[in-house]
């Protein structure tokens, strides 16, 4: 299976944290480094249509990719669809689709929350953390630049439904990709619930989701039963990280790990305490000297994959940090998706209430499979 270590995960600054800026929302940001997330990319063998913008609805019965008529929605089992309103628009999709490709990893995570294994993954987040899962199912992930889709080599694959997130480039491409197959993407900025109801619907496994949610409701509401029993108040909690030589904190809104913190009745730093109108997307960009104003009872670094936390540690002004610092994989908690939830969610009960480690990406296959069941 292709390794997305190099050279897909070289990329400059600008560009590494406009993908983390884009996934808060932050459309912006990625605009102005598509050009050079292009030329990082190792996708090969794509001619893709000229996006036309994100305001399609029903997808268009035939697309001509490269020279060849293809029919959305081909090899589903059964003319019926269902209509589904996402992040791109109103879609119809195939009562029982049979062939998905997940368009970046989050999806894939959330179709096979669902028990649906896709056909192919694109590679459009840089991530490593999604091939210890994907290699327990088998399933292919191919690098991809999400700024320059590969329509063709996915139209080959005769999908009948394609799911993505909603990042910038992929809303900017959604005509095109509505060509290929029916087209749905999920919020980002939206509750893990909501993600996993809209893909259950798009899948038509509404049962199942429900019941997925249900599942981590209740090990969330166990969670905060400890907290609220065994601690005397609630702790503060920081989230901080480095990515090419640029610290950065995730602020309380606009990103999933200070949200469910909050969620979870958890403080944090004065300087994180804020909502999206001075963090637009979530993101608080440091410079060494306000590194202090980041303290805790707890400091939570991300680390491992494309994040710095060696460099981070270096700096002067870490060592006024007092509260006691864990490294994080920086992937699971950066992430939107619900086991991206559930890995938070295990790492605070491990250090906040039994003394223990986090876990690292070695333990991502096997906390996956905890967390399937």
Known sequence: MPSLSTPARIVSATVVLALIAAACGDESATDATASDTAEASTVADSAPDEPTGGTSTTPPA??????????????????????????????????????VVALDESAAFVLLDLGIEPVQVLGSFFTTGTEPVLDEYGIEIVPHDITN?????????????????DHPASIEAYDSWSGVAPTVLFSNDEPWQNQVELVARAVGADDLGNERIAQLESEIDRVVGRLDAELDQAPTVSIVGQLSGMPFALARDGNAAGQFLDDLGLGRPRAQDVGTDEAPSGILFLSPEV?????ADTIVVLSGSIYESDPLRAL?????????VVDVDGEQWNSTHPF??????????????????????????????DYIG
């Not at 002067?316 to 006691?324: K, N, Q, V």
């Not at 990406?361 to 096997?366: E, G, L």
């Open 149 to 165: 889709p590969s329509l063709e080599a996915v139209a080959a694959l005769q999908p009948d439904l394609l799911v993505g997130a």
């Open 291 to 295: 590194i202090g104003d980041q303290d």
């Open 62 to 99: 035939t697309a001509e990719l490269g020279g060849e008529s293809t029919t959305p929605g081909a090899s589903s089992d059964s003319a019926e669809v269902r209509t589904v309103d996402h992040a791109a628009g109103t879609t119809d999709v195939p009562a029982s689709p049979q062939r």
């Open 316 to 324: 002067p002004t870490f060592s006024a940090l007092t509260g006691d």
């Open 340 to 369: 991206g939830i559930s890995w938070i969610l295990a790492d605070l009960e491990s250090v906040l209430l039994d003394g223990g480690p986090p876990a690292t990406a070695d333990d991502i296959a096997s906390r996956w499979n």
